[in-house]
């Protein structure tokens, strides 16, 4: 008798806290690291949505963040947790909370900031209202598993800390690579994050036996390669965007695209760029690689005397 699968944990985060602390900002993070994301959503309601997800208990799922906060419509702290309780004793769900905190002071800097007025304040002050906000959400702060302050955090440091805690977890996908060889005679690449300018290499153009080939052939690999400068100028390319290449994802950049230019774009940018593909791929990386002038004629009057 075959046994059935075991069932896939829905993983669910729930995440709230104080007014301007943040939630949209973790919220919009979170949706770019993969997770299904609904805000403002009646914690009442939560059992009925994820029994109604629409997968099959074997199927993994999607993990699953729900924002909601004091303006969430039926919203009562001791019941969210109850309910909260008895969801986390079911075998299928991974219930973590997140209440995002953050002092007095700043919220109210924000609020003055912005000209927004703090919904529990009425006529009354902004602090007025913080002061209340946070009375009624303390319960949620005491029992949440994750607290996070936001105060001394921009929004960029906020966006940092949530990659970092959530990031490498949760089915949260590379940045895409993307090494393009180029021409400057033909034109710059209408999108690149780095340019790297190979022009200071001796030009294979001008070797009747090589014109005609290009950067992916042996020959010329062979000529670019004895250009005194090639090694130490390749290595520190290649060291740079290594360091470079986890800060940007680290900052949630999901496509990176590094171009290499000579001046027709057959020989010394194609080499570099399969030679950077090549020194990525063996760090672990897979970039796409491609190579715009290849196929171009080659011609004296694009080349010049570059």
């Known amino acids: 008798m ?40 009646p914690i009442r309601l939560l059992d009925r949505l994820i029994d109604n997800a629409g997968a099959t208990p074997a199927e993994p799922r999607s993990p699953l963040a729900i924002g909601f906060d004091s303006r969430t419509r039926g919203f009562d702290p001791n019941k969210v947790i109850q309910r909260v309780k008895q969801l986390s004793q079911r075998a299928d769900l991974e219930i973590t909370t997140l209440f995002l905190d953050c002092a007095g002071r700043e919220l109210e800097r924000r609020y003055n900031e912005t000209r927004r007025r703090h919904p529990l304040a009425q006529d009354l002050p902004v602090a007025n209202g913080i002061a209340a906000e946070r009375e009624l959400m303390e319960p949620l702060r005491r029992w949440a598993d994750m607290v996070v302050s936001t105060t001394d955090f921009t929004s960029n440091d906020l966006q940092q800390a949530m990659r970092e805690r959530f990031g490498d977890e949760h089915g949260a996908q590379d940045t895409t690579i993307s090494i393009t060889s180029f021409g400057f005679a033909r034109g710059m690449p209408p999108i690149a994050d780095l ?71 057959r020989h010394r940018s194609v080499f570099s760029a399969e030679q950077l593909a090549t020194a990525l791929r063996q760090a672990g990386y897979a970039p796409n690689l491609f190579h715009r002038n290849l196929s171009a004629r080659a011609a004296d009057m694009v080349e010049g005397k570059h």
């Not at 944990?9 to 973790?26: D, E, I, M, N, S």
């Not at 022009?199 to 290009?214: I, K």
């Not at 965007?241 to 590094?258: C, D, M, T």
């Open 195 to 265: 340019v790297f300018d190979m022009r200071f290499l001796d030009n294979p153009h001008w070797d009747p036996d090589l014109r005609e080939q290009t950067g992916k052939d042996q020959a010329v690999a062979d000529h670019i390669r004895r250009d005194e400068a090639w090694d130490e100028a390749f290595s520190r390319i290649r060291d740079l965007v290594l360091v470079l290449l986890p800060r940007y994802k680290l900052q949630g950049k999901a496509y990176v695209n590094i171009a290499f230019g000579c001046t027709g774009g």
């Open 2 to 41: 075959t046994e059935s699968p075991a069932p896939s944990r829905q993983r669910l985060l729930l995440v709230t806290g104080l007014l301007g602390a943040g939630k949209t900002t973790a919220l919009k993070v979170l949706e770019d690291l993969g997770w299904e994301v609904i805000d403002n959503f």
